[in-house]
């Protein structure tokens, strides 16, 4: 039961244009969400994060977006860099579940210069 | 202010013999995790240590999977007997309070 899903496994998008990556849920527990960013080889790096009572948050290029009525948040990249190639993991919490973490899949992004 | 360490970086072995993992946390990080991810999946909880405390090993194999964080700082994660299945990264991450916020590089195993 995959309670964190991407269902997009790839992406690609030219440099300067918007990233836009999916994320849905299906457990309505879940009130804390995040997106890690993890390049080959090393591990996950902490990108950005939302609480269920805000709809946005943004922090210089990356936005992100939470539908909690379609249990759907996204993640914006304006403009995208070739730098931000790497793979995209959203991962979700409830509060009062110890902070445990349930990511998706991944997707990878490519940025073509 | 240094990272998430974790030895080694690679490990092959064949089936049904033992390894261990090492992970060194964020100075000052109570909460410590060891993950597990195969290839093509998201990293998934194996377990979590408040200091030296299980606060959750639901998703830890415990016929085969042993983990220990002594004084509250290091932890070791150690497979025993490995199976083919057991093929992944292994990432040790910390955190000071809330989410996880910080990954190791992570353990690569092979098992053949």
């Known amino acids: 039961d995959q309670q964190v899903k991407q269902n997009s496994p790839s992406l690609s998008v030219q440099e300067g244009r918007i990233s836009i990556l999916n994320c849905d849920y299906t457990n309505s527990m879940f009130d804390y969400f995040l997106w890690y960013k993890k390049y080959p080889a090393e591990g996950p790096t902490f990108l950005i994060s939302i609480s269920s009572i805000k709809d946005k948050n943004e922090d210089g290029r990356f936005t992100v977006f939470l539908n909690k009525s379609a249990k759907h948040l996204s993640l914006h990249i304006v403009p995208s860099q070739p730098g931000d190639s790497a793979v995209y993991f959203c991962?979700?919490?409830?509060?009062?579940?110890?902070?445990?973490?349930?990511f998706g899949k991944g997707i990878t992004l490519s940025v073509r210069p | 202010e240094a990272g998430v360490a974790q030895s080694p970086r690679y490990k092959i072995i064949e089936k049904r013999q033992s390894v261990a993992f090492w992970c060194n946390p964020i100075?000052?990080?109570?909460?410590l995790y060891w993950y597990q991810q195969i290839l093509g999946q998201g990293p998934k909880l194996l377990i979590q240590f408040q200091n030296n405390g299980v606060v959750d090993d639901s998703q830890l194999p415990k016929d085969r999977f042993s983990a220990e964080r002594l004084k509250g700082v290091d932890s070791t994660l150690k497979i025993q007997p490995a199976k083919l299945e057991d093929s992944a990264v292994y990432l040790c991450a910390s955190s000071l309070r809330g989410v996880v916020s910080d990954f190791g590089p992570g353990t690569r195993l092979t098992v053949t």
């Open positions: 100075s000052g990080h109570a909460t």
């Open positions: 991962a979700a919490s409830a509060t009062g579940a110890n902070s445990k973490l349930t």
